[in-house]
């Protein structure tokens, strides 16, 4: 695993996984069971100053997204949403750094370094979810400013965000697939933060629903210029996919991780539960699939970092989300299935690692868009 890290990336690797065994893991299970915002895990990864990991230096990262991904997998690892607490965070900040004007830039990139500032990004509407093209909320020209009209869902961290990035229809026609981001900030009047969403999983970092009537931006709130800032934002988010195939892998060891220390502990017939051969194929499996997706996943960041672009990048990405997502699914079904009926108690961490792979499946992207993406990359 190690021969795809570099000594800085290993050190980073170190650093996080002592955190999380040391700081994060006792908490874990207490943050989902309770689905409460972790203010203390988020002051945790802002003391370690983990928020600018994977971008430039200037900003106070390493410009590693392999590093950023060694740091959410061992985060992952013990607990989903602590993980998810940076991933929230480095959507703005990439899209900002990618498509923002250098105004933008020096208003909001540096308090979402230090954590001083926190950001959300709202593309999901009610009636299209993977349809980003089919998107109704419209902003209209208002003199020099825009009027926002419609409605979202599903917005992570919206509920404590400073401002959120909302895709509009910008244009006077109804065409499809001409949008735009707004920098929506919090106490915009019109702008209303809805209820938060009971969820399966991911129940740490609140998503909701957000209502834009008539709410008036000036100018300056769109996300770069009105030609190129939405097309370069997106690409830099789709750049960053091999974070959700990181989590994917941090959540399949961590699932492995509380499988071994289960079966170890538990006899049956006279032996170790860890002891039957039908036992043991299944945990081998399951390593093998984890080894797999991490291998995968390292091998896009990787690319990322060498400055691969287009098509191969998004081969790449895809091929890791896909494969990482599904094999955290399989080991987190597998791993429950160990632990037997303790695997559907609360009293365990295990059936929160199954909750949690499902929403991966389905989020950044769903997996069958990721298998249209890999389709069309060789059949078109």
Known sequence: MSGWLNEDQLQVQDLVRRVARERVAGRAQEIDLKAEYPHDMFELIKELGLFTLPFPAEYGGTGSMLSACVAVEELGRVCYNTAYLLVVQWVPI???????????????????????????????????????????????????GWRLTGSKIWCTNSGMADFVLVAARTGEDEQRGRINLF????????????????KIGARGVPSHALYLDNCYLPAEAMLGDEETGFRVAMAALNDSRPIIGARGVGLA?????????????????GQA??????????????????????????????????????KVLAQLSAISKCHATDTAMKVATDAVQLFGAAGVSNEY???????????????EGTNQIQRNIIARNVLD
């Open 349 to 363: 961490p295990i059936n929160r690692y199954f909750r949690d792979a499902k929403v991966l499946q389905i989020i």
């Open 94 to 144: 990439g899209a900002i750094l990618a498509g923002g004007t250098p105004e933008q830039k020096q208003k909001y990139l540096p308090g979402l370094a230090s954590g001083e500032l926190r950001g959300a990004l709202s593309l999901t509407e009610p009636q299209s979810g993977s349809d980003v093209a089919g998107i109704r909320t419209r902003a209209k020209r208002d003199g020099d």
């Open 253 to 269: 060891q961590g699932a492995i991780d509380h499988t071994i220390e289960f079966i170890k502990s538990r006899r049956a017939f």
């Open 183 to 198: 920098i929506v900030e919090k106490g915009t009047p019109g702008f209303e933060v809805g209820r938060k969403e009971d």
């Open 273 to 310: 539960v860890s002891d039957f051969q039908g036992v043991r194929w299944m945990i081998a499996d399951m390593v093998i699939q984890t080894q797999a997706a991490r291998n995968l996943v390292y091998e896009a960041a990787t690319a990322v970092d060498a400055g691969v672009k287009g």
